[in-house]
């Protein structure tokens, strides 16, 4: 009978302690300002990568489409070997997340269209022997990666701005953290400051 009595207490008390709902956070606190920008910059993060994932993916579709036309017998190799070139320098000439500026991302784009228009003017010239149906598939796909990239841009300085402000707002509560949080800076904008 005691060892009964004894276990209901010991258990009635682990129940207890288990169905205790945590204490809330206040919102004005330090350790709330750190979870929220935690969460924004998670945010802004996974825009970053789903932008970089489809430019990736539009160089890779390139360097396919120029693999392919170097197999043709008639095609000019040089020429092909050239863009090919130019398109594997692409990721090194790409502008980065803590450190771009307008004239970087200018310059990124402008290399990137100079290589699609090339490659467009090489497929339409191409006369009798006409790109295959997979050349041709894959252009349209770069097409689209193409048409996708100012919704990412949106899409990440939206993110990035939601980041900036809670930085801006929060930034006695961050500072007291010390660590990463005290030394944070506003990211970078696609958009263009006035």
Known sequence: MKHTLWLALLLAAVLTACNRTPKPLDPASATAARAQLDVLRDSVDTRWTQMMASDDAKIVATAQILSELERNPTANK???QQLSRANSRLKARRYQQL???STQI???DMAQDSLLTSLRGILTATGPSSPSTTVQNTFDTIGQYDGQVVGYRVQYDRAAKQFNNYLQLHQSELQSLGGKYS??????LFELQE
């Open 78 to 80: 040089e020429q092909l």
């Open 99 to 101: 450190t771009m500026q």
């Open 183 to 188: 030394q944070l800076a506003p990211l970078p």
């Open 106 to 108: 200018d310059q990124y």
